[in-house]
């Protein structure tokens, strides 16, 4: 029986119905009051993965539902979305594909369920389950064996997973369990129609899984033999819709059969029993139709329920039957359980029994297809919108794809649009309908199925993810390929994950695709992936004498398999190899290796193939007998079109049809006319005067440059890198456009780089933004590099010569290829309009009627040019009214043939009469319209319209679009030609900006053109002095120069002088002609220079180089440098500082640079700041040649005094980069580069080694050694400065023999792993602490280390063991070892590592714990029951206002004098003879007012009056006088103030929690405010309370205030020492341990133990100190404090023997000196004495003890000892100054304890003193 639950809910109000109740003969108790509404806003599968809004969905209103309503109708019918998917929804669905573990299931409304193997049924599961635990079970049938595409199936969703994109999956069951879990054994009725899985196969029949509990369901074999008419049985695990045929014992056993034809006609009837609880998806029902909408139908079947159909299940060509009232078979589609909707469809192939749903359409496979031209039918508008194709079949869009994702969707606009595109996404077979998107980002994507791609396509895509067989690369959302690991580089990669990372962009070729399997293969081999040979992409491709690349699978003994694309491959036999005979080939040759093989034989039949490398390599010589094409560069050629590619077009070179590539920035000279010419030609068309510019084996470039075919014809080029020389002049184009610079190509292949600073004579800010790819520019060559083949060239307009009438030139050429243009438009399109337009021409005059007059522009119309847009500018129409209608006269100005628009103007002054023009004549021009690279300008008045160029020279550049020509500029132009036939009869003329042209005079032109012969002396008069260069204007009026370097003799020149300053302005000098300058780049010229007519003399003032005599002959630059010798010392002159580059350029001659780098500059870090202030220009410097070359010049000299690097030496370095697990790489002078190991550093290790550096840093490093080439170095003081340095705490360890077990020593963290904790030692030796002698606690990962101890960590460890073969070095970090604390903090809370006895004694405590705990809380009892008794005893101890916290401050000195205290309210600090004192924090207590309380009179009044009301309702206030609200006025405000006045004082103590946490707020370090508070709290004995305020101090206070945070940890365990047991205040103690320097805490808690008079414990930890803390005098000090403050004076001396052994000897006299003081004070005087006096017999010059020794007699001794002692004293034999300090001493004595007689025996002391030592004292 169906749950009584389900049918009947509980609770809700029921409305009283208004209908009739509706009355349903029912043999099961019908589910009349179940409410059921649908939900609304649904959504289909695809949305989820673009659409990121979530749409909230709207609640149901159950409660508001008229009860009896059985499941309410839909208000509006729309197609199921995914998001309204729930798991446990029921749904009917048809097998799309089939895989071995997992079956595509087509679901309604275009949307798809995956259905694992595990989800089929139970005991297919455990078949499964079986076979995989044991190998020998029988073999269980796979999932294509029980399933077929087309099978329709009923399922339930299983499960919804969140795939990696974020979309929706749905995971499908078939399981009955799940899918019947609504019916019981009783609901079960004949007749019914259920689905059930094979479970067992008996002898007569099968046992049927139904999913019901208790029922067990039988089909006879011979049901299923009648039905399916063979004799196949059927097997565990497959799915059937069976009929129940009898149902006995109350449906404990059933009966089934399987007759198709009958399930297909049986129809669910309501007296079967079914309600919306368990009505199962593809039931059929008869139904009525209710009502019919836009969208879909509703309808009532069994009886009384609602369903509805969708628009995409309603049959359509029926659609016009459906009318309400009219009954229908439909079937159940999907039901949502929990809402109770019920889907139906009334399509035939699921209603109609024999039609089997079709998984593929009539018209075969379009997915991923793209369709123009489809008409939107109908719009959904929650559902989506149909379209028609046009082949008529239809298409659903979603209504998530009808946009793009978070975009707002406008469906009006889109009905109203008459076309659209749109991309199949899927075919529906539940639906029978196409899935499209309108998406214009899907429709656009290049892949979006396998199908999509070819091999050998190249393609890129994004690194997803990688795995050890390969790299997955995403080429789009849904489709990614396998890079194997052979093919991730043309090597094989050890560590791939370093080139490459997840998201990164990557260029990859196709090896093969599998579109069946989604199988695709990708190669990143460079060779591969950039090969230019044919691709073999099948067998027929690779025909014999054919060459491509491929890459080697397999190498064999008798040779190599050799693969190609697409699996293609064939075999490299033994012979063809190599050249040279190969016997083992897997020594030469390696798998995944890139290799050219030239085909031998091909059998595409049998798929066989034999190739050759060695014929590949060599060229067949049968093939080069045959001739190859012969294209000469240079020669021009036709062509004809074969394709249109994206850069260019592929082309064949007439008549032998030769492939070529025409790049689309070759078609013209203008960027703006190549882009028109590509547009405009098609495939098939030819094109004339095209030349090839370079050709090499694999293809021929060709270019249809109208200035680079001219220099090819009159033979301008460089055909070779050895043809080129500097100062050549050639014609290229820009290849490629860079930061620093631009590339420019040559023909025949050569690239030159012109520098950023050779780009223009303007200043260029940005290189990139200067030129287009592919301008033509002239250069020019100024350097070459032979050895690197390089050049460099300049394309300074200043500095290239252009070709006369070039411009001209190239205008008319533009125009000539913008007239071809049109004429091809016109031509081709066979359109009136173009022709016409082709047909008109700039300057001709047309008829217009004016159509529509605007602020910006006016539109006209001609009655001819029908369809053509005629505008006018402002400019154009200004100063003439126009009205619509009117005729007027224009004037063309620009025809634009692709948008059919002309250009006009009526101004008079251009429409008017023409004047004619004389060639060579001058005007000023106007600019009237710009078009890209031409312009149309009006000449003066003569109303002459012409055309000109935007740029007059190829190189010109503009740097913002200001420096563009723009309509309304004027120009100055000069008629050439008067009417020239290229331009259709207008004037040519030449122009240049501002004026008129100015020509060169002919004064000007003569300059210099006499010259001067090599080795003349002239005489001439100083003009000017630089400290460079000197100009002299000669006797003929011509300037030279006179260089630096020619001006002294070079053995007279000193380091730092001035050599031109000997030189007077106006002075008559006489000099010799050494060479010239060339005026405009002031280049260094020779004589021989052709230019030399246009150059300035250089000169000498050299006295030998005037004697006639002597033979003198002309030095080139390149003689010069090659006379220089690496390490030659020479005399250079400052010529120039490059701040940018921080260098220094010095000239050594008039041709010769050299450069010094930064760190060849100087010798101290500090004066890299500024360098320059060291060279001042012009200075002379001697400096050593460090490198010289020719080619190209180069000169680099060192002004340090060296010039290479020695071992042993210091040098400057500059810091490169900082790595934790290196240290420091440096940057070193002359090209050298070194590291600075961690351990390398300093001589003193510091925690955080690194943090002190910086990258760019300069620092002096020593040079240690050279390993590889790269220098070890060290920055350590001790090898810097050896004599300055101070003595070394970390010693540098050079080999193992340095060290020795036992030893103590530091390192630094290197790394933390499984074996242990690596220790840097030296930078070659590195140590090991193992897991169990690096930390006391019990670590079970070493992870836990890793985490807490970074590398480069210092820590301090114990030499265990050296094992010196080995050189390996096991260390201890055990705080027993190394004395320091645990490197784990105690926070962690890991347990301690027990060893041995420890563990017996862990489980011993364990016990006892448990019983303390019982007697901790008996004495707390007690301690309740006496409190005040308890009080006063610890009163007694200290003073009244004490509260046992005490806080301790280091301090220098110990004063021994105590302070009286200043104050009531806050003691002070002091110091006590004991040593440090406490802190006493006073905790009075104040009665002043709390804030709270301070209410206004006013106030308080009024909560008087409103008690009073409570009483006595009747009763109001007393009206007050104004002079009683003003005197209540002022209190307040006085009570407020003074209390403000109270808050503000320091001196004041707070009295309550909330002002110390007011106050805390403000100085949270403060530790005295924390003592405070937690005094506070311990005089309300809140013992606690103190505790958590000391924890929530140290967790506030800075982790910087050392000092502070000891403070507090000192107050805590005073605080446990007084109110806590031994163990808690054990607990403390460790744990400040592990937070404090340990020292200091074990000096507080020894003093803690001592003042409190637990003598016991404080000797105790004395004894650990001093083991622990050897070293340190301090603890030793204070432990014989102790010990004499306990009077154990023979336990203080053997105390101090034991120091003296421990201590270093340098510290004895130190100790001896400070026991004795100790003696003194606490002990024996007598003993102290005898100890002074004997260090003091030892070490008499120390004159520090002496003074100690005197104060310690004054206060403690005899006068007579004193006398005695300073007696002593003045008479020793030390410094002058010191005994006079000493006199004055006794002095000041004798004069507080002597009498006038003593006094006077001082000064007659000091008087013979005097005398003896003579003069020296008095001086």
């Known amino acids: 029986m169906a749950s009584v639950e389900e049918d009947f809910p509980r609770g809700g109000m029921a409305k009283k119905p208004t209908e009739s109740k509706i009355v349903v003969q029912r043999t099961e108790v019908d589910n009349l009051f179940q409410s059921n509404e649908q939900v609304e806003t649904k959504k289909r599968k695809g949305a989820v993965k673009d659409d990121g809004k979530k749409f909230k969905k709207q609640k149901t209103d159950k409660g508001k539902e008229d009860v009896l309503t059985l499941n309410a109708a839909a208000k509006c019918v729309e197609i ?136 067990k369901a039988f089909l006879p074999k011979k049901a299923v033999e009648d039905s399916q008419n063979n004799s196949d049985e059927l097997k565990v695990g497959q799915y059937l819709t069976c009929q129940v045929e009898e149902v006995k014992n109350d449906g404990r056993v059933v009966r089934l059969s399987v007759s198709p034809p009958t399930i297909a006609q049986a129809s669910a009837e309501s007296t079967q029993g079914w309600n919306l609880a368990n009505l199962l998806p593809g039931l059929l029902v008869k139904a009525t139709i209710k009502k019919v909408t836009k969208h879909g139908l509703l309808l009532d079947f069994l009886s009384s329920f609602s369903g509805h159909v969708d628009f995409l299940h309603m049959e359509p060509d029926q659609a016009s039957s459906y009318t309400v009232g009219t009954e229908v078979q439909a079937c159940v589609l999907y039901v949502e359980p929990s809402t109770r909707l019920v889907a139906l469809s009334l399509r ?60 707002p969707v406008n469906e009006n606009r889109l009905m109203a649009m008459s076309e659209h595109t749109c991309r199949i996404l899927d075919f529906s077979a539940m639906d029978q309908i196409h899935f499209a998107s309108l998406r214009k980002s899907v429709i656009e994507r290049r892949f979006y199925r396998y199908h999509d791609l070819q091999a050998g396509q190249v393609v890129e895509g994004t690194v997803s993810v990688l795995l050890n067989h390969g790299m997955v690369v995403h080429l789009s959302d849904h489709i990614k390929g396998l890079v194997p690991r052979t093919h991730l580089s043309d090597i094989i990669l050890k560590n791939p994950e370093k080139k490459y990372t997840e998201g990164m962009k990557v260029k990859c070729r196709v090896l093969s695709v599998d579109a069946e399997s989604k199988k695709l293969y990708l190669t990143r081999k460079k060779a591969l992936v950039e090969s230019s040979l044919p691709l073999f992409l099948s067998y027929s491709d690779a025909r014999p004498g054919c060459v491509s690349h491929g890459y080697i699978v397999c190498i064999k003994d008798f040779g190599c398999i050799f693969r190609f694309y697409n699996n293609v491959k064939g075999l490299v036999p033994l012979r063809e190899l190599s050249s040279e005979l190969i016997i083992s080939p897997e020594e030469v040759f390696y798998v995944g290796q890139v290799l050219k093989a030239k085909v031998i034989q091909c059998d595409p039949e049998k798929a066989k193939m034999v190739l050759s490398f060695k014929a590949a390599v060599e060229g067949d010589p049968e093939k080069a007998a045959k001739p190859q094409f012969d294209c000469e560069v240079g020669k021009r050629l036709e062509a004809k079109v074969l394709k249109k590619v994206l850069n260019g077009l592929e082309v064949a070179i007439l008549p032998d049809e030769y492939r070529a590539l025409l790049p689309t920035m070759h078609l013209s000279d203008h960027i703006s006319n190549c882009l028109l010419l590509w547009e405009s030609l098609k495939e098939g068309d030819n094109i004339s005067n095209i030349v090839c510019f370079n050709k090499n084996k694999n293809n021929i470039s060709l270019t249809k440059k109208p200035t680079v075919r001219w220099s090819l014809e009159e033979g301008v080029v460089a055909k070779d890198f050895s043809e080129i020389t500097v100062g050549m002049q050639l014609i290229g184009w820009i290849k490629n456009i860079m930061s620093y610079g631009v590339f420019v190509e040559f023909p025949y292949g050569l690239v030159g780089l012109a520098p950023k600073s050779a780009m223009s004579d303007k200043f260029i800010s940005d290189a990139t933004a200067a030129f287009q790819m592919g301008q033509t520019v002239m250069a020019k060559v100024t350097n070459l590099d032979e050895e690197k083949r390089r050049f460099l060239v300049t394309l300074k307009i200043s500095e290239v010569l252009s070709p006369e009438g070039d411009a001209q030139t190239r205008l008319i050429n533009g125009l000539q290829e913008r007239k071809a243009v049109t004429e091809m438009l016109a031509v081709r399109d066979n359109s009136d309009l173009r022709q016409q337009l082709a047909a008109l021409s700039v300057g001709e005059k047309l008829k217009l009627t004016v159509d529509n007059v605007k602020d910006t522009d006016a539109t006209f119309k001609s009655g001819d040019l029908v369809g053509a847009t005629i505008t006018a500018t402002k400019h154009h129409v200004m100063g003439v009214t126009l009205t619509p209608g009117q005729k007027v006269t224009a004037v063309i100005l620009h025809v634009d043939i692709l948008s059919t628009c002309i250009h006009v103007s009526i101004l008079s002054k251009l429409v008017g009469k023409k004047k ?114 000197i100009q002299v204007v000669l006797d003929d009026g011509t300037t030279g120069s006179v260089h630096v370097s020619e001006v002294v003799e070079v053995s007279e020149v000193c380091q730092g002088s001035f050599p031109t300053s000997s030189v007077k302005v106006g002075s008559m000098v006489t000099a010799r002609v050494i060479g010239g300058r060339e005026a405009s780049s002031h280049r260094f010229l020779p004589f021989s220079h052709p230019k030399y007519a246009y150059s300035i003399p250089e000169l000498t003032l050299i006295p030998s180089k005037l004697d006639k005599s002597k033979d003198f002959k002309p030095v080139t630059g390149k003689e010069k440098l090659k006379s220089y010798k690496v390490g030659d010392e020479i005399a250079c002159f400052v010529s120039k500082f490059n701040p940018e580059r921080k260098s220094l350029e010095v000239t050594t001659d008039p041709c010769v640079t050299g450069t010094v780098e930064l760190m060849a500059m100087i010798t101290d870090p500090k004066d890299a700041g500024h360098p320059e202030k060291l060279y001042k220009l012009g200075s002379a410097v001697y400096a050593k040649v460090v490198e010289v070359t020719d080619k190209p010049q180069r000169l680099v000299l060192s002004l340090t005094g060296v010039h290479n690097l020695e071992k042993g030496s210091v040098t400057l370095g500059m810091v490169t980069n900082i790595q934790p697990h290196v240290g420091l790489h440096v940057k070193l002078p002359f090209g050298g580069m070194g590291t600075v190991a961690v351990t390398d550093l300093a001589d003193a290790y510091k925690p955080k080694p690194l943090d002190g550096y910086k990258k760019d840093q300069l620092l002096r490093c020593f040079l240690l050694a050279n390993e590889n080439g790269k220098w070890q170095l060290s920055l350590r003081q001790s090898r810097l400065n050896p004599q300055e340095a101070k003595p070394v705490k970390d010693i540098e360890v050079l080999s193992v023999d340095n060290l020795t077990a036992g030893q103590t020593i530091r390192g630094y963290i290197k790394s933390v792993g499984e074996q242990g904790v690596f220790i840097r030692l030296s930078r070659s030796i590195t140590g090991r602490a193992q897991l169990q002698q690096s930390t006391k606690y019990f670590v079970n990962n070493h992870k836990v280390l890793s985490d807490h101890v970074p590398p480069n960590t210092l820590l301090t460890t114990k030499i265990l063991s050296i094992d010196k073969e080995e050189e390996l070095v096991n260390l201890s970090l055990l705080p027993v070892d190394t004395g320091k604390s645990d490197i784990l903090p105690e926070s962690l809370g890991l347990p301690l590592r027990l060893i041995g006895e420890e563990k017996k004694k862990h489980d011993l405590l364990k016990k006892k714990k448990n019983k ?30 004490d509260s046992g916290v005490e806080v301790y401050f280091r301090e220098e000195e110990d004063k021994e004098d105590e302070e009286d205290p200043k104050s009531d309210s806050v003691k002070q600090v002091t110091q006590s003879s004991a040593g440090p004192s406490r802190l006493q924090v006073a905790a009075g207590f104040s009665w002043d007012v709390g804030l709270s309380s301070l209410k206004p009179a006013s106030a308080a009044q009024e909560g008087d009056s409103s008690d009073g009301e409570d009483q006595d309702g009747s009763s109001k206030p007393q009206k007050k006088s104004r002079h009683e609200v003003e005197q209540e006025k002022k209190a307040a405000e006085k009570a407020l103030v003074q209390r403000e006045v109270e808050l503000m004082d320091p001196s004041l103590r707070p009295e309550d929690a909330a002002a110390f946490e007011r106050l805390l707020l403000a100085s949270p370090n403060s530790s005295l405010l924390w003592l405070q508070y937690m005094a506070h709290h311990l005089q309300a004995t809140q013992i606690e309370q103190a505790r958590a305020v000391a924890e929530r101090a140290l967790k506030t206070i800075s982790f910087r205030e050392e000092q502070e945070k000891l403070n507090v940890w000192v107050a805590l365990l005073n605080l446990e020492n007084m109110y806590g047991t031994e163990e808690s205040l054990k607990k403390v103690f460790e744990r400040a341990l592990q937070f404090c320097e340990p020292m200091p805490v074990y000096q507080q808690l020894a003093d803690i133990y001592a003042k409190s008079d637990k003598i016991k414990e404080a000797e105790g930890l004395y004894k650990t100190m001093v083991k622990r803390f050897c070293q340190n005098k301090v603890v030793w000090l204070s432990y014989g404090t102790f010990l004499l403050q306990q009077g154990q004076s023979d336990a203080a001396s053997a105390l101090l023997q034991r120091a003296l052994k421990s201590l270093p000897s340098k510290e004895s006299v130190d100790v001896i000196g400070k026991f004795a003081q100790l003696e003194f004070r606490y002990g024996d005087a007598e003993k102290g004495r005898t100890m002074f006096d004997k260090v003091l017999t030892s070490y008499p010059k120390r004159t520090d003890l002496w003074s100690v020794f005197i104060d310690l007699m004054v206060k403690h001794g005899s006068q007579k000892d004193v006398r005695a002692l300073f007696d002593r004293v003045i008479h020793l034999s030390v410094a002058v100054k010191k005994i ?27 008087m013979e003193f005097v005398e003896a030592k003579g003069t020296e004292a008095a001086n």
């Not at 008409?375 to 298409?395: F, I, N, Q, W, Y």
């Not at 000449?939 to 740097?959: M, V, Y």
């Not at 001493?1785 to 006094?1799: A, C, M, N, V």
């Open 348 to 407: 035939s192939y699921l209603v109609q029994p024999g039609i089997r749903v079709e998984t593929t359409p009539a018209g075969g496979d379009r997915i991923g297809e793209v369709v123009k031209e489809c008409k939107m039918t109908r719009m959904h508008h929650m559902s989506g919108a149909v379209l028609e194709l046009p082949d008529k079949t239809l298409a659903f869009v979603h209504r998530n794809h009808l946009k793009e994702p978070n975009v």
């Open 80 to 215: 199921l979305h995914i998001k309204n998917v729930k798991e446990g929804m029921l749904m009917l669905g048809c097998v799309k594909e089939v895989a071995d573990f997992e079956v595509t299931v087509s679901l309604p409304c275009g949307m798809q369920g995956f259905l694992s193997i595990k989800n089929i049924c139970d005991s297919y599961a455990k078949l499964l389950s079986e076979q995989l635990d044991s190998a020998d079970t029988e073999e269980i049938c796979s999932l294509p064996h029980l399933f077929h595409t087309g099978m329709v199936v009923r399922c339930v969703v299983a499960k919804l997973d969140v795939a990696k994109g974020g979309s929706l999956s749905i995971q499908l069951s078939i399981n009955p369990k799940l899918l019947n879990k609504a019916l019981t054994s009783s609901s079960l009725k004949a007749g019914m129609v259920l689905s059930g899985c094979v479970d067992s196969v008996e002898d007569h029949g099968y046992i049927i899984d139904i999913g019901i509990s208790g029922t």
């Open 916 to 1029: 004619s023009l004389t060639e060579g004549s001058k005007y000023t021009a106007m600019l009237q319209h710009v078009d890209k690279d031409f312009a149309v300008i009006s000449l003066a008045d003569t109303a002459q319209l012409t055309l000109i160029q935007t740029s007059n020279h190829l190189n010109e550049i503009f740097r913002s679009e200001t420096e563009r020509l723009k309509g309304g500029m004027s120009l100055a132009v000069e008629v050439i030609e008067p009417s020239s036939l290229e331009l259709q009869g207008l004037p040519l003329v030449a122009w240049e900006r501002g004026g008129p042209n100015r020509q060169r005079t002919t004064s000007e032109n003569q300059t210099g053109s006499k010259g001067h012969r090599f080795g003349e002396i002239v005489q001439g008069k100083v003009r000017t002095v630089k400290p460079t260069s």
């Open 1780 to 1806: 006079k300090f000493f006199f004055k001493r006794y002095l000041e004595y004798e004069k507080k304890h002597g009498t006038p007689q003593s006094i006077q025996a001082v000064k007659e002391k000091a």
């Open 1412 to 1441: 303390r705990k019982l007697s901790e809380s008996e004495q707390k009892q007690e301690e309740a029951q006496i409190p005040k008794k308890k009080k006063k005893t610890k009163k007694a101890k200290t003073d009244d206002s």
